[in-house]
């Protein structure tokens, strides 16, 4: 299973980065996936996640209305559309694989990680 990410950078207050992730090694339409971010100092925290199918998804609440999660199964990718982005968006985001189709909020549940990408956002 190998997951690998792409998009970041740096970027204004109010811009807009889009984050991608490209897999191989896994089936990738039988599992959910996700969006995690770590700040330096702080803990990894949930951002988003999208089911198998794609026709369910759920967000942080800190990043609802701004985010925007999706996958193309038939090119192996999951997207993250990130608008009006804050400086509190700042940090490393990894994108994860879970174990079955449904849901999670949880980085417990997903066992497939990525090495991340940095997004740091400017004031």
């Known amino acids: 299973v190998h997951l690998v990410e792409s998009g970041g950078g740096l970027v204004q207050a109010g811009g807009s980065l889009r984050l991608s992730c490209a897999y191989s090694g896994f089936t990738f339409d039988d599992y959910a996936i996700g969006w995690f971010r770590q700040a330096p100092g702080k803990e990894r925290e949930f951002v988003a996640s999208?089911?198998?199918?794609?026709?369910?998804?759920i967000y942080a609440d800190s990043v609802k209305g701004r985010f925007t999660i999706a996958r193309d199964n038939a090119k192996k990718s999951m997207y993250l559309q990130m608008n009006s982005l804050k400086p509190e968006d700042t940090g490393v985001y990894h994108c994860?694989?879970?174990?079955?189709?449904?849901?999670?909020?949880?980085?417990?549940?997903?066992?497939?990680w990525g090495q991340g990408t940095q997004v740091t956002v400017s004031s």
């Open positions: 994860a694989r879970r174990s079955v189709g449904v849901l999670s909020t949880s980085s417990v549940d997903f066992s497939s």
């Open positions: 999208i089911s198998w199918s794609g026709r369910n998804t």
